[in-house]
C-alpha cells in the first residue's frame, strides 16, 4: 500500500467514525439516547418527554438511525425507537463519565439546579446489594410503568411517581425505602424521598438507574 493510498484508506477510515460523533453533538439527541437507555419508545412518548415537537423529534431519531445508533419498530401508523445495541448504552455512560471527570460547568449546572438533593440521604449500587442480600430494604422504581415492564432492579416495586401519593399505604413501614428513577440526573426518585420522608417514611435516593446498575455487570428483571 503506497502513502497516498494509506492516506485514503485512514481519511474513510476516520470519516466513518465521525459519522458517530456527529449524531451525538447535539443535546436533544443525547437526551433521546438517555431515556432509550430506559426501553423501547414511540416518536410520540419521545417528543413528550424531550419537549420537542413530533417532527422534530422524529427527525433527530432519523440522524441518529443513520449512524446506526438507533433502531426502529413500525406497528401500524406508530414507530417504535430503541437503542440499536447494548453497546451504544455502554457509549453514553462512557461519554457521560467523561464529561463528568473532565467538565467542571457540567458541575455548576448540577449544583445550580439540583440544590436540594443535598438534603437527601443517597446510597450506592452496592450499598443497595448488600441491603438487599440482607433483605433489610423496599426497592421503589418510580418511574412510568412501561419502563418498569422494560427491566427493573431485582426485587423492586413499581409505583410511578405521579401515583405515590394515593399509594403510600402500599409501602411497609417498618423497613427503609429505596427509590430509583432513571439515573443520577433524574429528579423522580428525588421528589419521591422527599414524599416519603413527609409522611414518616425513612427513604433514601439510589446515586443510579437500571442502566448504571446493568453497566455493573449485575442483573435486571424484564
Known amino acids: 500500500m503506497d502513502t497516498q493510498t494509506k492516506r485514503q484508506f485512514k481519511t474513510a477510515l476516520y470519516e466513518q ?20 437507555t430506559q426501553g423501547e419508545r414511540s416518536v410520540e412518548d419521545l417528543a413528550r418527554e424531550t419537549a420537542l415537537s413530533v417532527a ?15 433502531a426502529v419498530r413500525r406497528d401500524g401508523l406508530y414507530a417504535y425507537y430503541r437503542l440499536a445495541d ?9 461519554l457521560r463519565t467523561v464529561g463528568e471527570t473532565q467538565l467542571a460547568d457540567l458541575h455548576q449546572v448540577v449544583e445550580t439546579f439540583l440544590q436540594d438533593r443535598t438534603q437527601l440521604q443517597a446510597i450506592s449500587v452496592e450499598d443497595l446489594r448488600q441491603r438487599l442480600a440482607e433483605d433489610a430494604i423496599t426497592v421503589l422504581d418510580v418511574r412510568p410503568t412501561r419502563e418498569y415492564v422494560a427491566g427493573h432492579l431485582p426485587q423492586a416495586r413499581s409505583i410511578p411517581l405521579v401515583e405515590l401519593n394515593t399509594r403510600l399505604s402500599e ?18 426518585a428525588d421528589e419521591a424521598v422527599a414524599l416519603l420522608t413527609e409522611h414518616g417514611y425513612t427513604a433514601y435516593r439510589l446515586d443510579a438507574g437500571v442502566p448504571e446498575w446493568q453497566a455493573q455487570g449485575y442483573p435486571v428483571i424484564r
Open 86 to 94: 447494548p453497546r451504544v448504552q455502554d457509549l453514553w455512560l462512557t
Open 56 to 70: 422534530n423529534a422524529s427527525q433527530h431519531l432519523q440522524t441518529l438511525r443513520a449512524a446506526r445508533l438507533v
Open 171 to 188: 409501602l411497609p413501614r417498618q423497613q427503609p425505602i429505596v427509590t430509583y428513577c432513571r439515573g443520577p440526573y433524574c429528579v423522580f
Open 17 to 36: 467514525f465521525a459519522r458517530i460523533s456527529r449524531a451525538l453533538a447535539n443535546p436533544h439527541r443525547l437526551e433521546l439516547l438517555d431515556l432509550l
